[in-house]
């Protein structure tokens, strides 16, 4: 059974005068997905999220939410998705039950219904303390956490997130990423997290798009990206060790048995590097010990976003140098 999109771009540009904002973007989300817009700011990642919520209009292509046209029917998108800015506005002098209770409102969700909603949501968020307290007092982290229980009081089917971590400590930064994972887990929801902070993508993405002056140059999990940019095996292992009465061919051998190994090279003074599918470092230093080799050392290395950011700066400054020689 084919697997529709719950997000689908099409060939999407946006162009404000001589600026390309975004430039030919085609990318699809899963449902359930949680998918990391993972640039720099500038990159046009917010350019792209106004266009999939129908509050500005692609230059050329189609953008499509929930099986709905973004660009033609953007009431019905924006009943089906929330969202949460970079900057929560909130009315400051009322408390966060009636900001929340004024939303429910908006979106003719009936009183009764919405009450108890509301008070569930705002024990998942951590903040039924403050429920009754006027959002002006809350601290940054706490307006975000009411942002996200904003968002989701319209039982949507896709979150979209803009910068939601900027500006919070990392103990809100950690609270509030757990929140969205699980969510996601518990309620199939589907979600789009754009950010620019590397480490906090990778730690509750299951696939990220990196976009970089409009463009969606690769998308896919860590670890494929890092097979496309960096080295085509996810984990590498080295070793170093000594072998008595060990002949390559039984080194290789013993190693390729390991579950996990897909390539074995045998560099000089007895050092290994092994790539690998997975890591597999326990059962490689199991192998070669059993096999009769002397380990001396063995390390890892699995190859994160930083990594994969840092090759693809590196590769494009290596095309524009070519280029301009």
Known sequence: MTVQAVIKLNNLSKRYGDFQAVDGLNLEIQKGEVFGLLGPNGAGKSTTILMMLGLTEPTSGTVQVCGLNATSDPKAVKEKVGYLPEDVGFYDELSGWDNLMFTARLNRIPETEARIRIKELLIRIGLEHAADKKVRTYSRGMRQRLGLADVLVKNPEVIILDEPTLGIDPKGVKELLDLIINLSREKGLTVLLS?????????????????????????????????????????????????????????????????????????????????????TSASVARALVEAGASLHHLSKKTYGLDDIYQRYFEERKKDETTLTS
Do not use: N
């Not at 990196?210 to 496309?228: D, M, P, R, T, Y």
């Not at 080194?251 to 050092?271: F, I, K, N, R």
């Open 195 to 279: 950010s620019h902070h590397l480490h906090q993508v990778q730690q509750v993405c299951t696939r990220v798009g990196l976009f970089v002056q409009g463009k969606l140059i690769a998308s896919g999990s860590v670890e494929e990206l890092a097979a496309k940019l960096i080295s085509k095996h996810p984990v590498q292992i080295e070793a170093k060790i000594s072998r008595p009465a060990l002949s390559t061919v039984d080194l290789e051998t013993a190693l390729h048995q390991v579950e996990g190994v897909d390539e074995v090279q045998l560099l000089s003074d007895g050092l290994l590097i092994i790539g690998c599918s997975k890591d």
